[in-house]
Structures are given as structure tokens and as C-alpha cells.
């Protein structure tokens, strides 16, 4: 029973990959989803591009995200950055506050169509959770080991990278976890100023009346975002387990 | 040798430590000892400059401990704090390497001074160093806290209530082996503890502090005859004075001429031992075997007290 979720995992996996490799085996399944005749699978464009150029995008904005996030969890945790603590909440809060189709409307005049406004909304969107949970990591050190390495005769440097950022790794990982899989979903919305994800689909078949369109196109995001969802969970068990704290 | 002259330390209006002075002699024990809120924590985080004084000077072999920035001179000074702080995130032998690989010592150097002390404190290199600190006992962890502490063979080792979070079996055992420890590398410990049994038992001198001010430096036997103060009384215990004093003086040096009956007790035990196992067993006397395991003489209930009486 214990390999039971492993082997769920790995067939949810090969089914996605079977599906946008060869959407054709699956047409019958969707057949009954559509109305007078319309093509049960999507035909203008090919599913596997869509799937890894939505890939690409997330990845790109949590990248940006990850960076600009944890260098503001590091700059407000030093002693002489403590001050823009409040600042950076707010600016990131901001982020999370600002609805992504907002921010595509008003990034769209500013940076044109396609994938470029999309990123600068998933940007904004994913930065909230991966600093807070940085700054929880950060800020919940156990005191004696911190202690220890000041006493070893760390410098302020040394302490980051070979204590402090090590410590904080599950729960900032927990936060990157968060904010992929809000990317992941959100994303989709960046079809709407035609950027190149998997929200095609979806429109796509809103527009058209085709059932099958929306289903095929929410149900590759959705197996997506749960295998990452359980792939991050994995690595952040690994490196809680490593520390000895059982989660 | 250390010498702290005229050291204060005040957070804003109140005095943590109030001008303390005093030498630690090289390859001693000093052992500060006080209640909590007494200033003796900061006085030994002043030595290694995690705390920076308010005024006052500390020389390390008589150089200022201002001469070097902090964390080198932290990195020439070994420091144990209580419940040892290990980085969980490295292996036993990577939390040893810790001052080492800070010094930038080659990979050879390193495995052969870590699995030398691994083997000083009693831990087989074979099967702990791939370990991480949570898969050891408390009493293991307190090991590798000194290993660390010691990895760079540094000459000063400030110690922070280093067994406070061990039970009392495992603490005797941790106290016993530092003790032969430091006979065998002459490293000069200053300890910080609450405990006055501590303090007696391991300290060739101690400091008892209070309210930010030293209020007695002086060796153990002196510290109990003559205390400084009520509060150095109090802190004594008067009920324990007579088997404090006792427990400093070893069996060999209270072993009056004659035989004795039943079984014997070894030179090396402590005179407290002695006494305990006269009053507990009912015997007048008991007979003395030295390390050899020859008899030299006995010990008796009469010698002993007359022993635990106060020092004129």
C-alpha cells in the first residue's frame, strides 16, 4: 500500500505525457463533449508546444520571482536592511493584491502583446508567498545554532550561505511550491493577450461553444500542477528529514 | 593566559557587567559561576568579542583582543555553548571541519585532525562521521559540540554551561572526560555554570559574580573556608560546605597507617566518595589500594571529619 501513491503519480504522469504527445488516442473519450461534429481534439496548434511553452513561462516568471523574493527576505533580515522590512511587505503585498488581469490590462499598452505581460503578471503574482515563507525561514532559526556559528567565527556572508540559507530551505521551498502552482493556473489567463500557454485551448473552446476544448485544456494544467504540487512536496520532505525534523 | 581589566558592559541604563578585572592562568580551569541575570555569560562572550565591551580591555597572551576583526579572533578560540548548537544540516565530521575548513586547511589535514579527535572523544570515526547530529544521544552531541570547539587546536576554550541540558549520569561522565581532556591538551577553559557542585568539582578557580560584579576569584578550598560575602555563602551552600570541601581532596592524601577490613577503595576516589561509603556501609575504616592495586593504609570516619572541618 505504501507504493500505492508513487504508482498513481506515475500513471497520472504517463497519461499526461501520452496525451499531449498523441491527443488523438483519447478523440473517442471526448467525442460525446462536443456538438455538431467539432473537432473533439485541439487542432490549431499542437498540444505538446502549448504544454511546454505554458512550462516555459511559469518556470521563467518563479524564476524572477525566487530571486527578487528571497534577495528581499536576505536584504531585511541583515541588520542594515531591517528597516525596509515594512517596504518590502507592502511592495510585495501590492503584487499579490493586484488582480493578474489587471495587470495584463495595463501591461499590455506598455510591453505589447503576448508572453512578455504574462510574465510580469505571474511575476507579481508569485512573489507574496516565496518571500513570506523566506522570511519565516530566516527569522525562525534555532538561536543556539546561529549562535554557534558566529562563535566558530562566521562572517556575516559565511553565516548566510552555509547556515542560515541551508536552515530556511523546506519552508522557502514550501513557498516557491505555493507560488508555481498559482503560476501554473494562472497562466492561462495569458492567452487572452495572445501569450502562447495552454489558456488557448481553454478560450479556445469558450469561444466555440467546445466542451472538450476547455476539459482537455484545464485537465493537462490541473495533472501538471499536482505532479509539481507532490514534487516539491517530495524534495521538501528530503531536506526537513535531513535536519531530523519529521514533517 | 587571559587578562581582563576593568571590563563593563551597560545596555543602555542598566550595567550587565560592572567593571571586572581579572588573570586566567595559562592551562587552568576557571570557572565563573553565579545566578542568572549576574553578568557571567556576557563576560565570557566579551573574551571572544561576541559581546563588545563598553569600556575596559581583555589581552589574549598579551595581545589586545581588538587587534584581530572578531570572527578571526572567534576562529582562534574554541566555544561550546549549552545544547551544543551542531548545524543539523551537516554530518558529524562536517560540523568538527567547521573552524578548520574556515582557516582553509587542506582536505588531508582536515580528515586526520577530525578523526582524531572523533577518536579522543570516544567516537569511531567508521560509523559517526557520516551521521547527522540528530541521530546521536545527547551525551554524543555534547562530544561533538567540544570536537568542534577544539578542531583547531586552539589554546583558549570558553565553555557555556557546556552540560547543562545533560542528565546527571551522562553529565558526571561529560565532566570527567573534559577534565582528562584538558590535563591532556593544557588548553586554558574558562566554563560558565550556575552550579556550584560544577564549579568545585572542575575549576582550579572560580568566579563567583553577582549583579554584574565579580565577588571572589580564588581557588576552590579558599572559596568554601573563606567565603567574600553572605551571598558567596548562600551560593556555597552552608549545608555542603563540609562535603564540598571533602569531595576536592582525593583518598590518597587522608590514608592514615594501619589495616583495615572489607573492600578496598581506590587512592584516586574523591574523600567525599570515602566518607559515603564509610557512613553507607557502617565500617570505621576502609582499607586504600593505590593505582597499582597494592595497600597502603586505610581511611577512617574519625580523619575524615576532622578533614571537612573549616580551614583555619
Known amino acids: 500500500m505504501k507504493w500505492l501513491p508513487t504508482i498513481a503519480r506515475l500513471a497520472l504522469l504517463a497519461l499526461l505525457v501520452a496525451f499531449v504527445t498523441s491527443p488523438g488516442w483519447f478523440e473517442p473519450l471526448l467525442k460525446p463533449l462536443t456538438e455538431n461534429n467539432a473537432p473533439a481534439i485541439y487542432n490549431q496548434g499542437s498540444l505538446l508546444t502549448l504544454t511546454l511553452l505554458h512550462l516555459r513561462t511559469v518556470a521563467i516568471a518563479t524564476l524572477a520571482a525566487i530571486v527578487v523574493a528571497v534577495g528581499l527576505a536576505i536584504l531585511v533580515t541583515r541588520p542594515f536592511g531591517a528597516e525596509f522590512l515594512p517596504l518590502s511587505r507592502s511592495l510585495v503585498n501590492i503584487g499579490q493584491t493586484f488582480p493578474p488581469v489587471a495587470v495584463l490590462a495595463l501591461a499590455v499598452p506598455a510591453v505589447g502583446f503576448g508572453e512578455k505581460p504574462t510574465l510580469i503578471a505571474l511575476f507579481l503574482y508569485g512573489l507574496l508567498p516565496i518571500f513570506e515563507n523566506a522570511l519565516t525561514g530566516l527569522t525562525t532559526l534555532p538561536a543556539n545554532v546561529v549562535e554557534a556559528a558566529r562563535g566558530a567565527g562566521m562572517t556575516p556572508a559565511q553565516r548566510l550561505v552555509k547556515v542560515e540559507l541551508p536552515l530556511a530551505l523546506p519552508v522557502m521551498l514550501a513557498g516557491v511550491r505555493l507560488s508555481v502552482v498559482i503560476s501554473l493556473a494562472t497562466a492561462t489567463i495569458g492567452s487572452t493577450v495572445a501569450a502562447k500557454t495552454l489558456g488557448e485551448v481553454i478560450i479556445a473552446g469558450l469561444l466555440s461553444n467546445n466542451l472538450a476544448f476547455v476539459l482537455q485544456g484545464g485537465l493537462i494544467v490541473a495533472a501538471i500542477a499536482v505532479l509539481i504540487h507532490d514534487g516539491f512536496l517530495a524534495l521538501e520532505r528530503m531536506a526537513a528529514r535531513r535536519m531530523g525534523r519529521e514533517r | ?166 542528565d546527571p549520569i551522562i553529565r558526571n561522565k561529560a565532566q570527567e572526560d573534559l577534565l582528562a581532556i584538558q590535563k591532556r591538551l593544557g588548553t586554558t577553559i574558562v566554563l560558565v555554570t550556575h552550579d ?45 560546605k563540609p562535603f564540598r570541601l571533602l569531595s576536592l581532596g582525593r583518598v590518597g592524601d587522608a590514608v592514615e597507617e594501619g589495616p583495615a577490613e572489607g573492600e578496598p577503595i581506590a587512592a584516586d576516589a574523591s574523600q567525599r566518595d570515602a566518607l559515603a561509603e564509610l557512613l553507607w556501609s557502617g565500617r570505621p575504616a576502609l582499607p586504600v589500594r593505590n593505582a597499582n592495586g597494592r595497600l597502603i593504609g586505610k581511611v577512617t570516619v574519625d580523619g575524615l571529619v576532622r578533614r571537612a572541618a573549616c580551614p583555619a
Open chain 2, 1 to 166: 593566559m587571559i587578562e581582563i581589566e576593568g571590563i563593563t558592559k551597560r545596555y543602555g541604563e542598566s550595567t550587565v557587567v560592572d567593571d571586572v578585572s581579572m588573570v586566567i592562568e595559562p592551562r587552568s580551569i576557571t570557572v565563573i559561576v553565579g545566578t542568572s541575570g549576574s553578568g557571567k555569560t556576557t563576560l565570557l562572550r566579551m573574551i571572544n568579542r561576541l559581546v563588545e565591551p563598553t569600556s575596559g580591555a581583555i589581552r589574549l597572551d598579551g595581545a589586545d583582543n581588538r587587534s584581530l576583526p572578531g570572527y578571526e579572533l572567534r576562529r582562534s578560540i574554541g566555544y561550546v555553548i549549552q545544547g551544543h548548537g551542531l548545524f543539523p544540516h551537516r554530518t558529524v565530521a562536517e560540523n568538527i571541519a567547521t573552524v578548520p575548513l574556515l582557516l582553509g586547511w587542506d582536505d588531508e589535514r582536515i580528515r586526520a585532525r577530525v578523526e582524531e579527535l572523533m577518536s579522543l572523544f570516544q567516537l569511531d570515526p567508521g560509523e559517526f562521521s557520516g551521521r547527522y547530529p540528530h541521530e546521536l544521544s545527547g551525551g554524543q552531541q555534547q562530544r561533538v559540540g567540544v570536537a568542534r570547539a577544539l578542531a583547531a587546536g586552539p589554546n583558549v576554550l570558553l565553555m557555556d554551561e557546556p552540560f547543562g541540558a545533560l
Open chain 2, 196 to 240: 556550584m557542585e560544577e564549579a568545585v568539582h572542575m575549576g582550579d578557580r572560580i568566579a563567583v559574580m553577582d549583579g554584574g560584579r565579580l565577588l571572589q576569584y580564588d581557588t576552590p578550598d579558599r572559596i568554601l573556608a573563606h567565603p567574600a560575602s553572605t551571598f558567596v555563602d548562600t551560593l556555597v551552600g552552608a549545608s555542603e
